[in-house]
């Protein structure tokens, strides 16, 4: 009779091969709220963007956090940057006609300092043009730093890194 292995620990194998920080899920109570709360956070992030509303996006971030997207050279700091660099991205995507929707997956917990995770997760943004037409915008990932807050969990630093043709 063949042992069964769960899924979670062939995953964990596979890919301690690539990453060996990435083969360990999380193990206590608090590990994973932890990551199931920061995930609310991403999912929270991309309602918001995906509606353009810049306020509550920003609300997600600290007081202080930073906002960088090193490919067309934002680096926001403080909820009003912040909210700004949104504003600008969005423009020409309202002017086109376009509704985006942010799917966000693969999140991983990369560090642990103190009420600090790191993370990196995987970006895709589609949605459809002013015909309908179904369209993928971008593909890319994540990285960056959450913090727990009064408030629930927020972004120190939110760094998006997007996918270009070499």
Same mark, same amino acid.
């Given at each position: 009779?063949?042992?069964? =292995? *769960? @899924?979670?620990?062939?995953? !964990?194998?596979?890919?301690? #091969?690539?990453?060996?920080?990435?083969? &360990?899920?999380?193990?206590?109570?608090?590990?994973?709220?932890?990551?199931?709360?920061?995930?609310?956070?991403?999912?929270?992030?991309?309602?918001?963007?995906?509606?353009?509303?810049?306020?509550?996006?920003?609300?997600?971030?600290?007081?202080?956090?930073?906002?960088? =997207? *090193? @490919?067309?050279?934002?680096? !926001?700091?403080?909820?009003? #940057?912040?909210?700004?660099?949104?504003? &600008?991205?969005?423009?020409?995507?309202?002017?086109?006609?376009?509704?985006?929707?942010?799917?966000?997956?693969?999140?991983?917990?990369?560090?642990?300092?103190?009420?600090?995770?790191?993370?990196?997760?995987?970006?895709?943004?589609?949605?459809?043009?002013?015909?309908?037409? *179904?369209?993928?915008?971008?593909?890319?990932?994540?990285?960056?730093?959450?913090?727990?807050?009064?408030?629930?969990?927020?972004?120190?630093?939110?760094?998006?890194?997007?996918?270009?043709?070499?």
């Amino acid at each position: 009779m063949m042992a069964r =292995i *769960p @899924v979670f620990a062939l995953a !964990a194998f596979a890919l301690s #091969a690539v990453d060996p920080a990435l083969a &360990k899920p999380p193990t206590s109570a608090t590990a994973i709220a932890a990551k199931s709360e920061i995930d609310d956070l991403f999912a929270d992030y991309g309602f918001a963007a995906d509606q353009r509303d810049a306020d509550s996006v920003t609300a997600l971030f600290t007081e202080d956090g930073v906002l960088a =997207i *090193p @490919v067309v050279g934002i680096e !926001a700091q403080g909820r009003e #940057a912040i909210a700004t660099s949104f504003r &600008k991205t969005w423009e020409p995507v309202a002017k086109a006609g376009q509704q985006r929707r942010h799917v966000i997956t693969g999140l991983r917990i990369t560090g642990i300092k103190g009420k600090e995770r790191s993370f990196r997760a995987i970006m895709t943004v589609a949605g459809t043009a002013r015909d309908g037409t *179904p369209q993928v915008y971008l593909n890319g990932y994540y990285t960056g730093i959450a913090v727990r807050s009064n408030q629930g969990w927020r972004f120190k630093r939110l760094e998006i890194s997007v996918d270009i043709a070499r």
